[in-house]
């Protein structure tokens, strides 16, 4: 079970941290920083989960 949740949680993150990208060349540069911001905490969010997974 835990693994298919976190094969699935990582199926999102990749697909949240491609989105970005392309919107921060929308977004002006205030903008930028808070979405930086969001996707590194999606990142620390998965690895969190990843490493509870192998526990």
Known sequence: MSRALSRGHSTRST???KEPA???L???PRSNAFAI???SAGW???LAL???GRV
Request: include cysteine.
């Open 44 to 46: 620390c969010h998965a």
């Open 26 to 28: 929308a977004l002006p």
């Open 22 to 24: 392309a919107v921060l």
């Open 15 to 17: 697909n949240i941290d």
């Open 50 to 52: 990843a490493c509870d």
């Open 37 to 39: 911001t969001s996707i």
